[in-house]
Antibody, heavy 117, light 113 residues
């Protein structure tokens, strides 16, 4: 059974940093692209970042480029999202996802990040 | 960036009825290389994470009931839910993954009368 468990969320002040982790199980982690997708309270979905299978290629939308960094550790079956210079508009539930748009796509349950003073 | 225009914003139907949700992309999502449309549909029930229903515009994810049907090509796509059940109460989203940045439709809230 595929499982994705996100941790690391919480309340953080504007301008500070936070690192999210997502531990995967139930599939061959190193064979899949991994994604972070967020959802502000009561709002729609926004893609945040993607990473290829070996971690050599990463992708971001302009809204987080230069502030967020995605990485992965295939030995630990874990994908990370380092978030720096956080803003109030980054407040959201952050979902980790395994190749979300193709056969077998799967999302974790999400972790809440609140940016507020 | 590819803009995904999803409609309607919300709809309310009775059990047993059929619903249609539309997504229109600002550019074609059809790959000339493999003839696949890079469009997915998701269902998000209250308090849950999104669940993949349809990928490549019309292929149903394993385990998804056959009353969920995806259709369309190029720039116009449709999710049809026939014989709506109470358990289908949810928000539905489309996603294009043809080009970066990946972009979602704004969502459709399905309510059951």
């Amino acid at each position: 059974e595929v499982q994705l468990v996100e941790t690391g969320g919480g309340l953080v002040q504007p301008g500070r940093s936070l690192k999210l982790s997502c531990v995967a199980s139930g599939f061959t982690f190193s064979s899949y692209w991994m994604y972070w997708i967020r959802q502000a309270p009561g709002k729609g979905l926004e893609w945040v970042s993607s990473i290829n299978t070996d971690g050599g290629s990463t992708y971001y939308p302009d809204s987080v480029k230069g502030r967020f960094t995605i990485s992965r550790d295939n030995a630990e079956n874990t994908v990370y999202l380092q978030m720096n210079s956080l803003r109030s508009e980054d407040t959201a539930t952050y979902y980790c996802a395994k190749d979300p748009a193709i056969r077998g796509g799967y999302w974790g349950q999400g972790v809440m990040v609140t940016v507020s003073s | 960036d590819i803009v995904m225009t999803q409609s309607p914003f919300s709809l309310a139907v009775s059990e047993g009825e059929m619903v249609t949700i539309n997504c229109k992309s600002s550019q074609s999502l059809l790959s000339s290389g493999n003839q696949k449309n890079y469009l997915a549909w998701y269902q998000q029930k209250p308090g849950q994470s999104p669940k993949l229903l349809i990928y490549y515009a019309s292929t149903r994810q394993s385990g998804v009931p056959d009353r969920f049907i995806g259709s369309g090509s190029g720039t116009d796509f449709t999710l049809t839910i026939s014989d709506v059940q109470a358990e289908d109460l949810a928000d539905y989203y489309c996603l294009q993954h043809y080009s970066s940045p990946l972009t979602f439709g704004s969502g459709t809230k399905l309510e059951i009368k």
